[in-house]
């Protein structure tokens, strides 16, 4: 009989246990689930801007968390090319599979779908480089386009044309707009972009031509008074699928994220124009 006591204290005991534990599914709270990963590979220079449409995919899908891998453009070929390669797996080894790619311009993402490294017809262009003039944002009056500093005595620094993509495409848009000669002993050569803000900074140069972006992340200490948006081929930047995607729809659903309204608001916020056609 006393046995048969103990054994009735520790039933209702070990139930109300169970109760406790199931209380949690009653109310829909239920044991936490871990967010899903979901990898971008791109290009280091692209970091800003991805920041902004991770944080900006996360807040539309909670479940969900995006980890940007940054590498340079043969890097991420020669990570892509390795991992679907292996014989263990299609895997990125530390932060598991690639879902997207991202590179810094499209030369690559045509190559990658030549050798059948992203999925063909999962390319969406979705931001492009813009040229602007900066001015030092202490400086209260400014010109405000190139017709403006022609007419003035303003000297425009602006990066070498044979050292970097800024260079090449600030070197056709004067040439094309006719600006290269009206601004003739006044331009400040640097050797990039870096360079520009360095000289306008300085006082060596009053006006400067960089890219958007790059105005952006000096927001504190330099001030956009134009964009330049005609005379030269602007470098677009797209995302495909990776061809072993481990989540295709959720994939698909980041693709299309990119056209909305709010990535677009948030690609000019961080300096880069959209494309008139974002997608293809």
């Given at each position: 009989?006393?046995?048969?006591?103990r054994?009735n204290?520790?039933?209702p005991?070990?139930?109300?246990?169970?109760?406790?534990?199931?209380?949690?599914d009653?109310?829909?709270v239920?044991?936490a689930?871990a967010?899903?990963s979901f990898?971008?590979a791109?290009?280091p220079s692209l970091?800003?801007?991805l920041e902004?449409l991770g944080s900006?995919?996360?807040?539309?899908?909670p479940?969900v968390?995006?980890?940007?891998y940054?590498?340079?453009?043969?890097?991420?070929?020669?990570?892509?090319?390795?991992?679907?390669?292996?014989?263990?797996?299609q895997?990125?080894?530390?932060?598991?599979?690639?879902?997207?790619v991202?590179?810094?311009?499209?030369?690559?993402?045509?190559?990658?779908?030549?050798k059948?490294?992203v999925?063909p017809g999962?390319?969406?262009s979705?931001?492009?480089?813009?040229?602007?003039l900066?001015?030092?944002?202490?400086?209260?009056?400014a010109?405000?386009?190139l017709?403006?500093?022609a007419?003035?005595r303003?000297?425009?620094?602006?990066?070498e044309?044979?050292?970097?993509?800024?260079?090449?495409?600030?070197?056709?848009?004067?040439r094309?707009?006719?600006?290269?000669?009206?601004?003739?002993?006044r331009?400040?050569l640097?050797?990039d972009?870096?360079?520009?803000i360095?000289?306008?900074?300085?006082?060596?140069a009053?006006?400067?031509?960089?890219?958007?972006?790059q105005?952006?992340?000096?927001?504190q200490?330099?001030?956009?008074?134009g964009?330049?948006?005609?005379?030269?081929?602007?470098?677009?930047?797209?995302m495909?699928?990776?061809?072993?995607?481990?989540?295709?729809?959720?994939?698909?659903?980041?693709?299309?994220y990119?056209?909305?309204?709010e990535?677009?608001?948030?690609?000019?916020?961080?300096?880069y124009a959209?494309?008139?056609?974002?997608?293809?």
């Open positions: 009989m006393k046995r048969q006591g054994m204290h520790v039933v005991a070990f139930v109300c246990v169970a109760l406790l534990l199931a209380v949690p009653w109310f829909g239920g044991p689930r967010a899903e990898v971008i791109a290009s970091k800003g801007l902004r900006g995919f996360e807040d539309a899908h479940e968390r995006v980890k940007l940054f590498d340079s453009g043969l890097g991420l070929r020669q990570t892509i090319a390795g991992m679907q390669n292996s014989l263990v797996g895997y990125f080894v530390g932060s598991g599979p690639i879902n997207l991202a590179p810094g311009g499209d030369e690559l993402i045509a190559r990658l779908q030549g059948y490294y999925l999962t390319t969406r979705y931001a492009m480089d813009q040229l602007v900066v001015v030092p944002e202490s400086l209260v009056e010109p405000e386009s017709e403006a500093i007419q003035g303003a000297r425009l620094a602006i990066a044309r044979t050292r970097t993509r800024l260079g090449e495409q600030t070197a056709d848009m004067l094309a707009s006719g600006m290269g000669e009206a601004l003739k002993g331009l400040d640097a050797t972009g870096r360079g520009v360095d000289h306008v900074l300085s006082g060596q009053d006006v400067g031509i960089i890219f958007g972006d105005a952006v992340e000096q927001q200490r330099l001030r956009v008074v964009v330049i948006n005609k005379g030269y081929q602007p470098t677009v930047h797209s495909a699928m990776e061809r072993y995607c481990p989540n295709r729809r959720l994939c698909e659903e980041f693709l299309t990119l056209q909305t309204a990535a677009q608001r948030l690609v000019r916020q961080a300096g959209v494309p008139t056609m974002s997608g293809r």
